[in-house]
């Protein structure tokens, strides 16, 4: 059975979506995205219903508890529970937070890897292994961190090339991360942005945060994507081409046509630099 490619724009598929995009029609949408953590050992009726989205829609699956970068060994039990799932439901697209999360027990948040050349080297080989398991290339997501890693060598950037290099693995770029980290952080988003790998993107996120004070803002997922976001999304666009990308949104949600009408900016977007740049599908399968 063929995997079908996501391209387009997408929203991350929540429970409470299932009943009203199934009632009103979910053609504005091109593919969904799930986390299997939430899905794997779901039966029953909640599984019927996903079954209903995935035989009729591409999907994206999100890792959340990888821990690529955790200093436990990579669960390989896990990482196969996942690769059944993703041939299960012909789901072309795995990608994780290049990030950890566990330390002997899961942690419930994602924390930065020390940007040095041992970590490299050891994220590296793990996300190799991770691909040998799943026989398919993966994405790392350039995740949103708080608090610098106490021993550092290199700068986020740098760090992010070279385990994207030595992995030779694809990038899954949140814009609304980047722009998280540029702000509490000091760098320029799109001076970042410039400087990345366009030829590893595949998959891309846009999403909302909240502000903590005058000095720091989070990545929630609850709020509405801020204009700097938006225009980091365009400039990816004109960059690099057009890619999959998803509307991230796990608070706070808003009616359905809030949400279908955030997923046609990205469209409309899209759209604008589509006679300049390529427009590009993502598949995971193969190429091991």
């Known amino acids: 059975m063929d995997t079908p490619c996501v391209y387009g724009a997408g929203l991350g598929l929540r429970r409470e979506l299932m009943l009203p995009l199934r009632a009103a029609g979910s053609s504005a949408i091109d593919f969904f995205e799930i986390s299997p953590e939430n899905w794997i050992d779901v039966g029953g009726r909640s599984a019927g219903e996903l079954r209903w989205f995935t035989e009729r829609f591409p999907f994206v699956a999100h890792g959340l508890s990888l821990s690529l970068g955790g200093p436990a060994p990579l669960d390989e039990g896990f990482v196969r529970r996942i690769k059944a799932f993703l041939d299960a439901h012909r789901i072309a697209l795995y990608t994780e937070h ?19 050349e041992e970590a490299v080297h ?65 760098y320029d988003p799109r001076e970042f942005l410039l400087g990345l790998p366009g030829d590893r993107i595949v998959y891309l996120h846009v999403a909302g945060h909240d502000w903590d004070g005058p000095d720091l803002i989070i990545d929630t997922h609850g709020r509405p994507v801020a204009d700097p976001v ?41 759209r604008a630099c589509c006679s300049e740049q390529p427009k590009r599908a993502a598949s995971g399968g193969g190429g091991l």
């Not at 330390?103 to 020390?114: F, K, M, R």
């Not at 708080?146 to 814009?175: G, N, R, T, W």
């Not at 990308?245 to 997923?263: C, I, M, Q």
Request: proline share 4%.
């Open 230 to 270: 938006w225009e980091l999304l365009a400039t990816a666009y004109e960059t690099f081409g057009i890619f999959p990308t998803a509307l991230e949104r796990d608070f706070n949600l808003p009616a359905l046509g809030n949400l279908l009408a955030k997923v046609s900016r990205i469209v409309g977007l899209q």
């Open 122 to 186: 050891y994220v590296a080989a793990r996300i190799r292994r991770t691909q040998d398991v799943l026989e398919r290339r993966i994405a790392v997501e350039n995740a949103s961190y708080y608090v610098q890693a106490p021993i550092s060598e290199m700068d986020e950037l740098s760090f992010l090339k070279a385990v994207l290099e030595e992995a030779d693995c694809d990038l899954h770029l949140d814009v609304n991360n980047l722009y998280v980290n540029g702000f509490n952080h000091g």
């Open 98 to 116: 290049l990030a950890y999360c566990s330390d002997g027990a899961h942690l419930y948040d994602l924390l930065p890897i020390p940007f040095t």
